[in-house]
């Protein structure tokens, strides 16, 4: 179990450190992390959306639909919403 919880958190911090790198290129760093912290508050505050992102019975094209209107009405980076868009599938 532990070696699955030490992969996680290694490619969890590759990714981050990506995400931070092309937004820093794209000098939307700003942006992305203001957002970024926007979803983590959703998140940490609804139960719901905290389920429906985290189960994996749920359909991905459903998930991922939910996760472009977030990021369409809040008009979010399409950096963030590329990015968003690989973890949904």
Aim: charged share 20%; aromatic share 12%.
């Amino acid at each position: 179990m532990s070696k699955n919880k030490g992969f996680s958190i290694t490619s969890a911090e590759r990714y981050s450190l990506a995400l931070y790198e092309l937004a820093s290129e794209n000098n939307a760093l700003s942006q992305v992390e203001n957002q970024s912290s926007s979803i983590l508050n959703l998140i940490s505050s609804s139960k719901d959306f905290s389920n429906l992102i985290k189960d994996p019975t749920n359909n991905q094209e459903n998930l991922l639909k939910v996760i472009e209107n977030i990021s369409n009405d809040n008009k979010f980076e399409n950096l963030l919403k590329s990015f968003f868009r690989f973890f949904s599938y």
